[in-house]
């Protein structure tokens, strides 16, 4: 064998020992099952610890809600906007406008009760000292069956992809949050370093009745969101989508809505 191939030889096997060392770490990083990434992402959403300990910030969430009739033409249109503070793993949110003006007393008793439902969903039994778009929690994560797809990458970051569906039989519960999480099936990016969720999609399997159907019903929902990772490390919810159907009564009905957050600023 001659200098020159000798030469283009050690670097086809330098090519191929670092090949194979690549593959072998990407097989180390999927080592993990479905559940134990699932138990790790638990771990860091609900120890505050974990989290940079420099992170505040208060930031402009941006909502919009459009209410549709049976035909088609829109009921309603409501922009909100809201100055939000992020600190500790805890969210507070001020209700500031409404369609731009200033928010009316229902606007604001409405918002509470948002708050309350979010509570009872999550499993939350504190208050503002919450994180109210934190739904990693033990008591959500139990009712589902998680299964590993596999790998890709999101916004430049490595991430598990797990899709989920709820347990087969689900676990008993006599509330319409229970029956609706009884039928809710998707999928979440999960970071492979950090363990935080980078999106998640989710949709509705069934119709769930309410009240036995006397009062209304759910046929569709359609939910996403995407959480971005700041430069010291936070992760915060920047945005989200969700296309519900159903009936009030009597009335069919057809709810978008869409959010997303602007112009984060340290709290100081």
Same mark, same amino acid.
């Given at each position: 064998?001659n200098? !020159?191939?000798?030469k283009?030889f050690?670097?086809?096997l330098?090519?191929?020992?670092?090949?194979?060392?690549?593959r072998?770490s990407?097989?180390?990083?999927t080592d993990l099952?479905? !559940?134990q /990434?699932?138990?790790?992402a638990?771990a860091r959403?609900q120890n505050p610890a974990?989290k940079p300990?420099?992170?505040?910030?208060?930031y402009?969430?941006?909502?919009?809600?459009?209410?549709?009739d049976s035909t088609?033409?829109?009921?309603? $249109?409501?922009?909100?906007v809201?100055q939000v503070n992020?600190?500790n793993?805890?969210t507070? !949110?001020?209700?500031v406008e409404?369609?731009g $003006?200033?928010p009316a007393a229902?606007d604001?008793?409405?918002?509470?009760?948002n708050e309350? @439902? *979010?509570?009872q969903? =999550?499993?939350?039994?504190?208050n503002?000292a919450?994180n109210r778009e @934190?739904?990693l929690?033990p008591? +959500? %994560?139990?009712?589902?069956?998680?299964?590993? %797809?596999?790998?890709?990458?999101?916004?430049?970051r !490595? =991430?598990?992809?797990? *899709?989920f569906q709820p347990?087969?039989?689900?676990p008993?519960? $006599? $509330?319409?949050i229970d029956?609706?999480?009884d039928r809710?099936?998707?999928?979440?990016? +999960?970071?492979?370093?950090e363990?935080? /969720?980078a999106?998640?999609e989710?949709?509705?399997?069934?119709?769930?009745n309410?009240l036995?159907g006397?009062?209304?019903?759910l046929?569709?929902?359609?939910? =996403?969101?995407?959480c971005t990772?700041l430069d010291?490390?936070?992760?915060?919810?920047?945005?989200?989508?969700?296309?519900?159907?159903?009936?009030?009564?009597?009335d069919?009905?057809? /709810?978008?809505?869409?959010s997303? *957050? /602007? @112009?984060?600023?340290?709290?100081?």
């Open positions: 064998m200098f !020159a191939w000798s283009k050690k670097l086809l330098a090519l191929f020992a670092l090949t194979a060392l690549g072998s990407l097989s180390a990083q099952s479905a !559940a /990434i699932i138990q790790n638990v959403a974990t300990a420099s992170g505040a910030y208060t402009t969430k941006l909502t919009l809600t459009e209410e549709f088609g033409k829109m009921k309603e $249109h409501k922009e909100k809201y992020f600190r793993g805890a507070y !949110a001020k209700l409404v369609n $003006h200033a229902a604001l008793k409405k918002q509470a009760e309350s @439902n *979010a509570q969903m =999550t499993g939350s039994r504190s503002k919450e @934190n739904f929690t008591e +959500i %994560v139990e009712r589902f069956d998680f299964i590993l %797809v596999g790998r890709t990458n999101f916004n430049g !490595a =991430t598990y992809q797990v *899709a347990k087969n039989p689900a008993p519960g $006599h $509330h319409m029956r609706l999480l809710i099936s998707g999928e979440v990016l +999960i970071d492979a370093q363990f935080e /969720i999106r998640a989710l949709h509705l399997g069934s119709e769930v309410l036995g006397v009062i209304g019903s046929k569709k929902l359609v939910y =996403t969101m995407t990772r010291d490390g936070l992760w915060l919810k920047t945005s989200s989508f969700g296309d519900f159907e159903g009936r009030k009564l009597i069919a009905m057809r /709810i978008k809505t869409s997303r *957050a /602007i @112009n984060f600023r340290p709290l100081l």
